[in-house]
């Protein structure tokens, strides 16, 4: 039985008819206890709002006693936030011919292209890659 089929008198009625009185009652005592802790739950959350809506107010207050508006406060805090720029792609300083034949570039950074680490190995030095 659902949580749902709970909810349907219909339901309840014609699950109830096999069961006896005194589990009834147990399963009604388990629920309004059930009820009870879920309303203790409710009161604490709608507590903690109303605390935190007070404090909103008194630092609302506060900040307007000393003549500084909410707009301003939001406004130096964002623009202390730096936002990620994209660099620009570097320009190519080295050039080769691959395996294919075909013209390749490297800026010089990252990983050293194959074709350029035989050539280093075999005595040439980057300059001979210059484009």
């Known amino acids: 039985m659902s949580l749902i089929s709970l909810n349907n008198t219909r339901t309840l009625r014609a699950q109830a008819r096999d069961i006896e009185i005194d589990i009834l009652e147990e399963i009604l005592a388990k629920l309004r206890f059930i009820v009870k802790e879920k309303q203790g739950e409710q009161e604490k959350l709608e507590e903690q709002q109303r605390e935190k809506k007070a404090m909103i107010e008194k630092y609302r207050d506060i900040l307007a006693s ?39 570039y490297w800026t010089g950074q990252g990983r050293t292209p194959i074709i350029i680490s035989r050539g280093l190995d075999s005595g040439k030095s980057l300059d001979d890659f210059l484009i």
């Open 66 to 104: 000393e003549g500084i508006s909410i707009d301003e406060l939001t406004t130096l805090s964002q623009s202390g936030i730096k936002t990620k720029t994209k660099r620009h792609p570097r320009p190519a300083k080295y050039s080769f011919i691959d395996d294919k034949g075909q013209k390749k």
